[in-house]
Structures are given as C-alpha cells and as structure tokens.
C-alpha cells in the first residue's frame, strides 16, 4: 500500500487538482474550469484524479489533503483537509521543491497575477494585482476570440510576427480599443498578437512588478505561462532566460499537497472522507455541500459568518472576528 496525498487549487477561473506519492511525484493530475461553482468543480477534479488512480492499477491510499486558492476554505471542509494555506505560500513551496535554486516567480492566472521574491528557498517578498484583468488569462481569451483564433495557437501565431504592434494594455477598456484601432488600419493578425503578448509582459512588470527586484533564475507559472508568446516577451524584456515548468500551471495544488505531506497522515477524524483513515473518494461525492451567509448580531462588529453544510449538518465557519460569533458544528 503507497501513501498519497491530495492537493486541489481552486481559482476563480479554473480549479486544479493533484495526487502526489511518498516521493513527492505527481502521480495524478487535473485542471478544470471553475465556472462559477467551486464545489462542483473540485468534486470534478476529484472523480478525474480517482479515474487516473484507478487506471494506473496502483494501490494508492490519500492519507491527507490540503487546499489553497480563493475557496481553499469552502473546499477544505469538504475534503476534510489537514492543510489549508494561501496562493504566495503553496506556490512558493512548490516551486522551491522544483526549482531550489529559484529567486522569482512570476505568476499570471485567468484573473490575477502575482510574483514572488524568493531567497535562499523562502519567500521574502511578494505582491498581487487583482483589481484588473489586463493581462490575465481571461483577457488574452476574449481577445483571441475578437481575433478569431483559439487561446491555445496564440503564442506560436505571436513568435511568427516580425514586428510586433505597440498596443497599450493598462487597462482592458483602452487596449481593446487600441486593438479594435489596429485591427481596422490593417495591421497583420500575428503583429496585434505579438503586441498583446508583450503588453501583457509590460503591463506586469510595470503594475505587479513594481519595486520589485526580480532576480534569476526566474520561473513564470499560471496558465499564461503556456503562452509561448508571452514567456518570449519576458525574456526580452527582462533580459534573462524564464523558465516555464511543464506543471507549471498546477504549482498551487502541487505546493498544497507537498504541506499535506510534510503534515503527515490525518488520524482520529470523526466523520467526513477522512473518517476511515484514508481518502474514501464517495464519502465526498455522495454529499451535498452548500453555504450560507449569517450576520452576527452579538457584538458591535456585526460579522458576515460564512457556513459551510454538508447535507444538514455545519461542517465549518468562518468570518467571525471574535468567540462571540463562533459556530459550533454538528458534525
């Protein structure tokens, strides 16, 4: 019997999910649109790795789980997970055990980007961009589709281009109109491609960049990093080679189960997947996991308590910021 351990990143475009073994190697792996619903989408990621386990005919038990991303909470009740850790620190760690020698990662996803300054294999220094989505994934998506060509072909249309357009992508408002203009004055397709790939690279080393000392070796992960045309415009603009890990786009779940792993195995739980020691994969999918909001009327502070259910039962809280507003649970 080999020890495994699960980790699932749930984003607000995609949710990801892995499976490493007792030598911290991906064994199994997934990487699914959120739509929306980040319930759903885990137990999807979760009948995906449970396919890949069986196919492999291994005698695989998932003896801890951990979570990150923005529903790392709301999912890490539903699994019962061990470890529940925010995005700077699950791809941090994840990272490092790839890449020791790493000193910044770049990260751009469907909508938001961040880096993180590394030094000696810790994370000393990062910053984030939510407020827009210039420059993220779900951006360049709905402009390769004002373009007509699929996400997947853009970077490989952009290296084909022998003078990239200048377009302006601080704001997605003012580059779709930049792009629109370009479009209408007959610049080639593969030139407004190439310019969006680099104003991609600008925009994010500009905005998340900003003050910060970026470092080789550098490692640009996110599900941009398979944008062959936007990893080129890095290196031109950094003036340094960027590597992309082939995993790269799962390091967030690969760092969450790596914390799973170093957590060890989860014992004594009383109910949920974990009640029989290892993973019971139907004791996840069988339930039906909702939230409810609750305002707290205890106290001046009037918190917005967040309740997860499953079926009935109060599988866990938070959002309170004092005991007053604790919710016990009955499960």
């Not at 001046?300 to 259910?309: D, Q």
């Amino acid at each position: 019997m080999t020890k495994a351990y699960l980790g699932i990143d749930i984003g607000s475009i995609s949710t990801k999910g892995v499976v490493i073994d007792e030598n911290r190697t991906i064994i199994a792996r997934s990487y699914l649109w959120t739509e929306g619903n980040p319930t759903e989408a885990s137990k999807n990621v979760v009948r995906e790795l449970e396919a890949q386990l069986a196919e492999a005919g291994d005698d695989f038990q998932i003896v801890g789980a951990g979570t990150t991303g923005s529903a790392r909470r709301l999912v890490g009740a539903m699994l019962g997970a061990s470890v529940i850790k925010n995005e700077i620190t699950a791809h941090a760690v994840g990272t490092t055990y790839l890449h020791p020698d790493v000193r910044t990662i770049l990260e751009i996803g469907g909508q938001d980007s961040k880096i993180i300054c590394v030094s000696d294999g810790i994370a000393v220094d990062y910053a984030m961009n939510t407020l827009c989505a210039a420059g993220t994934g779900s951006f360049l998506s709905s402009q390769a589709h004002r373009l007509g060509v699929e996400v997947e072909e853009f970077g490989d249309v952009a290296l084909t281009s022998k003078k990239p357009a200048n377009i302006a992508a601080r704001c997605t408002v003012f580059a779709e109109s930049d792009l629109v203009h370009k479009i209408q004055v007959g610049y080639a397709r593969e030139d407004i491609i190439a310019g969006l790939c680099n104003a991609v690279a600008s925009n994010y080393l500009n905005n998340v960049g900003k003050g910060k000392k970026i470092a080789a070796p550098v490692v640009f992960q996110g599900g941009v990093s398979k944008n062959a045309g936007v990893v080129h415009a890095f290196e031109e603009q950094l003036g340094m080679p960027v590597a992309v890990d082939p995993d790269g786009h799962l390091m967030g779940a690969f760092g969450a189960a790596l914390l799973a792993a170093d957590a060890g195995p989860i014992e004594g739980a009383e109910s949920g997947p974990f009640a029989s020691g290892t993973f019971d994969f139907e004791a996840m999918l069988d339930f039906d996991f909702k939230t409810r909001e609750v305002e707290c009327n205890k106290c001046a502070n009037h918190c917005e308590i967040i309740c997860v259910y499953r079926d009935k039962d109060i599988i866990d809280s938070w959002g309170n910021r004092c005991d007053k507003g604790a919710v016990k649970t009955t499960a």
